[in-house]
Each structure stands twice: as structure tokens, then as C-alpha cells.
């Protein structure tokens, strides 16, 4: 990794500042909260200790579909990768994990990723494994499936890479293995479907069997893409299924944006948190597709109903295991840095709203078929400008209050650009 760090009297320095106008807005913010019986450090709390991983993926620059155009100073490799993570959550301290992607993020000592982690204080969330690309070295072509194949080599070999996804994930301090497959067909006929699916249980039960004790696994359905006619785990009612056939530690993932647009995404939360079987999130946005762009930047209100639709989970502790947040965002016209952080601010923006719905109100509305009331409720939370609650729980914790404004001050970017020499302009593939 490179040298450069942002100080911790660096922020300190900033927030100083920045402290008096924040003092004097959170002091109103509070005062507006009191006024409907909401105690603004209640609030407070409850942002500080909101935490979301880094998808490992998210910073570097992303590719399109078409092409990938190479960032400066780009992370050459996990380590440098981690060395980014640690600075978006030095700033925002909403981003204490960070969700590894293999073999994207394998190195030799993988005792040493876990080192430098412990070092810059970061853990590791779910390990993501990856049969959606061939490899140089690998026997068998993901071309036409990989844990759902029809060619039982094929199957193996996707089966072996997702233990040892386990086993590298277990030396990190992972608790769970995230498992997305590309598989499905590009013409009607190709491919049997019940056939198809049945190959793919049996693999995961494979997998299945050498999960720890500890572990949850994560199924992560996608409507479509790379395969435009079928699409093996498509939705979350497959998803739910295969989930229930594996067992308890199996889970659902919601990755937003691998839904068609309009879906009613906060009710397939919903759905999952009643059955039992939500798992985690790839927090990201999207207009047509798997966009991966910055959570909350399209359909922030969507966000919002998600997080309303936790927070009442919460409330009626109805979640017997807290879901695993994640970004899964990259793209190519932005700093990664600053749109994880952005991101990440997203989420705990649409958290403290959705924490300050009136549910008493809420649920009065909805006894008395007051579709208004109701929704004028979940308005006015939406309305809300928590942003000093944000920044006066980033500023006691040691983070940034402007974080954005921290990091073009500092000139990371700049910074690591010369200690990171230019990495290739190749394509990054589909992902
Ligand atoms: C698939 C996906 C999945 C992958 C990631 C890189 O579209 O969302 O989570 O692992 O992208
Ligand atoms: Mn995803
Ligand atoms: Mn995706």
C-alpha cells in the first residue's frame, strides 16, 4: 500500500470549522423533533451505530457494458483496495467491513489481507465468489453455466471455488459466502428449466454442507443479464425456494437493482423478513438494469420505503438475525471513493427518516383505510432534513462532518496517484 493517510487532526482540524454551524442546526433540528416527542439522540445513536460493508469491486472504476476507462490512481490489488476502504469509513464511519470478491481479490497470504484489515480497523463481511468469468487457469468454461451445468466437471469445479471461498472467507473472520451465477440461456429451448434448477440446488447443497456452524450463505437473484432469455435464480420466489430447500443458514439477498424497473422492492423485504429468509442487501440504484449506480441517486423514496420497511421489522422484532448491509455499486464517471461515501451517507439519511415515522400515527391511519394520513406520515419523515443528525454523529465519532469536502481538500486522489502507477485500460467485464 502507498503512504499517504488522511490524519486524524486532519478531520479534526475541518471539523472545527464546521462545528458552530452544525451545533446550531442540530440544535433547531432538535428542538423541531421535540415538538412531535421524538428525542433527536435517540436518533443520533441509532445513526452511529448504523455500519454497511465496501463491496471490495465498488473502488475501483467500474466498467460499462462496453468499456472501462482506467481511473488515476486506481487500487492496484486487495491491498490497496482495503487502503480506500479505510479511508471512505475513517471519514463517514458508517463503513466498518468490507465484502471481499474471489479470485478478483485473491492474494497469496491471505493471512496478510486479514493483518492490514485488523491494522486500518476494518472486518470482512460476506465473501462474494465469482463462476460468472472463466479464469486463465481453470479446465472447464463457465461459458454455459457454471453451478447449474449440465456437464458435472463444470459443476465440481464451480463447487470447489465456493469452498475455498469458505475456506479463505474463514481466515479472514467472514461469516457468510455471497453466491451470484450468471447462469440461464439466451434462447427459448436451450435450456430445461427444471432440469436446470435442480442441477443448481444440488451444487449448492455441496456448498451447503461446508458452511461452519456460524456461517449464513446469501443467494442473490437477478432478473436477467448476462443471459437475456432465462435466468436460473431470476427472482425472489426462486430464490425463497432454493433458500428453503438448503436450510436455515441458507438466506435471500436483495441486490436492488437486480429487479425490473418499478418492482415493489420494499414489499419482497417485506415478504422475506415475514418468511424468515432476508439475508442482506446490495444497496445500490438503478433506472433501467443492474445500473450499480450510488444508492438513494435515482429512487431515493424507494430507499426510504426499504429502510421503513426494517425499521418496522425492528420495532416488532421480527428479525431474528440483523440482515447484512452492503454496497454493490461501480461505475465510471465518478471518484469511487466519494460515490462509496456518498452512498454510504444515503443509506444512514434514508435510516434516520425512516426512524422518525410516527408508527403510532402510521398505524392509525392504516386501521381507518386513511390512505392519506398514511401517507402524508411516512411525508413528513421523508421530508425531514437529517442532515445534522448525520453530521453530529459522524463528528462523535471521529469522522468527518463534510466528508465529501475532506477528501477534495486532502487530495487523496492526487496522492495516490502517484504512488499508484496507472493500471491497464482493459474491459472489466460484465459484473
Ligand atoms: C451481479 C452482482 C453480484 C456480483 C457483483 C460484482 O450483477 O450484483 O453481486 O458478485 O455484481
Ligand atoms: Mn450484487
Ligand atoms: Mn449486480
Not at 240 to 265: E, F, M, S
Amino acid at each position: 500500500t502507498g503512504t499517504y493517510r488522511i490524519s486524524q487532526s486532519d478531520i479534526a482540524e475541518q471539523n472545527a470549522k464546521a462545528l458552530p454551524a452544525l451545533q446550531e442546526d442540530y440544535d433547531a433540528l432538535a428542538r423541531r423533533l421535540a415538538r412531535g416527542g421524538t428525542d433527536i439522540e435517540t436518533i443520533a445513536k441509532a445513526v452511529a451505530g448504523f455500519g454497511v460493508a465496501i463491496p471490495s469491486w465498488g473502488v475501483g472504476t467500474g466498467g460499462t457494458r462496453f468499456a472501462r476507462f482506467a481511473g488515476v490512481g486506481e487500487p492496484r490489488n486487495v491491498l490497496d483496495k482495503l487502503e480506500d476502504c479505510a479511508t471512505i469509513q475513517k471519514l463517514t464511519r458508517a463503513t466498518p467491513t468490507v465484502s471481499l470478491h474471489f479470485p478478483w481479490d485473491k492474494n497469496k497470504d491471505v493471512r496478510a489481507v486479514r493483518q492490514l484489515g485488523d491494522e486500518l480497523g476494518l472486518g470482512f463481511d460476506a465473501v462474494n465468489s465469482n463462476t460468472f468469468q472463466d479464469q486463465a487457469d481453470q479446465q472447464h468454461s463457465y461459458k454455459f453455466g457454471s453451478l447449474s451445468h449440465t456437464d458435472a466437471a463444470t459443476r465440481a469445479q464451480a463447487v470447489a471455488h465456493n469452498i475455498e471461498c469458505i475456506e479463505i472467507g474463514k481466515v479472514l473472520g467472514s461469516k457468510a459466502l455471497t453466491v451470484w451465477i450468471s447462469d440461464g440461456s439466451n434462447f427459448a429451448g436451450q435450456q430445461h428449466f427444471a432440469r436446470a434448477l435442480e442441477r443448481y440446488l444440488e451444487s449448492m447443497r455441496a456448498i451447503y454442507a461446508k458452511l461452519p456452524d456460524d456461517w449464513q450463505v446469501f443467494i442473490e437473484h437477478k432478473l436477467f443479464e448476462p443471459a437475456f432469455y432465462s435466468t436460473v435464480i431470476a427472482d425472489w420466489g426462486t430464490n425463497y425456494w432454493a433458500a428453503t430447500q438448503l436450510g436455515p443458514k441458507a438466506r435471500c439477498l436483495v441486490d436492488l437493482g437486480h429487479h425490473a424497473p418499478n418492482t415493489n422492492i420494499e414489499m419482497i423485504v417485506a415478504r422475506l423478513i415475514q418468511f424468515g429468509k432476508l439475508g442482506g442487501f446490495h444497496f445500490n440504484d438503478s433506472k433501467y438494469g443492474d445500473d450499480d449506480l450510488d444508492a438513494g441517486s435515482i429512487n431515493p423514496f424507494q430507499l426510504f420505503l426499504v429502510f421503513n420497511e426494517l425499521v418496522d421489522a425492528a420495532d416488532r422484532k421480527a428479525l431474528d438475525v440483523a440482515p447484512a448491509y452492503m454496497l454493490d455499486q461501480s461505475h465510471n464517471v465518478t471518484d469511487p471513493v466519494e460515490s462509496l461515501m456518498s452512498s454510504a451517507m444515503e443509506l444512514q439519511r434514508r435510516y434516520a427518516q425512516a426512524c422518525l415515522i410516527d408508527r403510532a400515527r402510521l398505524e392509525q391511519a392504516q386501521a381507518e383505510n386513511d390512505a392519506l394520513m398514511a401517507l402524508d406520515t411516512l411525508k413528513s419523515a421523508f421530508n425531514t432534513d437529517v442532515s445534522p443528525i448525520l453530521g453530529m454523529a459522524r463528528h462523535r465519532t471521529g469522522g468527518a462532518i463534510d466528508p465529501l469536502g475532506l477528501y477534495r481538500w486532502s487530495g487523496y486522489r492526487r496522492h495516490k496517484s502517484n504512488e499508484r502507477p496507472a493500471q491497464s485500460k482493459q474491459s472489466a467485464g460484465i459484473v
